[in-house]
């Protein structure tokens, strides 16, 4: 009498899975929510792109501050390096923001702002920042 070999394979059929929970040997449990993370709005997301005539565009930092930036620098007798040390930023940072490349961040233009002692951005841009704590009156 010969006897199949069960392979691997075989086990994981959903027949082999249902014959087990049949007899008791294993316990199946269907998980809540299980393959519920599939994206079904691929095809509809598409149409919108093709439907889209106007060119999207990442805002990036403006002529004026990259012209205040690189005058402030070049009074202070700064190399963009020297500078980035100073704001602990990589020295491709300052290239980016003198260049108008950059993405606008808040955080790094204070940082540059404060290093420079001028004011970069805004109404008063050019202008030199005036010392904490002090108003005018």
């Known amino acids: 009498w010969y006897q199949r070999r069960v392979r691997a394979k075989d086990r994981r ?3 082999a899975v249902n ?17 519920g993370n599939q994206q079904r709005t691929g095809q509809k997301n598409t149409a919108n792109l093709d439907r889209e005539t106007e060119e999207l565009k990442h805002e990036a930092v403006s002529k004026d501050f990259s012209k205040h930036l690189r005058e402030a620098r070049a009074a202070k007798g700064w190399t ?12 491709q940072v300052i290239q980016e923001y003198e260049q108008g490349k950059a993405l606008p961040n808040n955080q790094i233009q204070s940082k540059m702002e404060r290093v420079l002692g001028v004011h970069l951005r805004g109404k008063d841009a050019g202008k030199p920042l005036q010392p904490r704590g ?3 009156t």
Do not use: F, H, L
């Not at 929970?21 to 393959?35: E, L, T």
């Not at 963009?80 to 020295?91: R, V």
């Open 134 to 136: 002090k108003k005018k």
């Open 80 to 91: 963009q390096k020297d500078m980035a040390q100073k704001i602990n930023e990589k020295p």
């Open 19 to 35: 014959q087990a929970a049949r007899s008791g040997n294993v316990d199946v449990d269907k998980k809540y929510g299980a393959g």
């Open 13 to 15: 059929s959903t027949s």
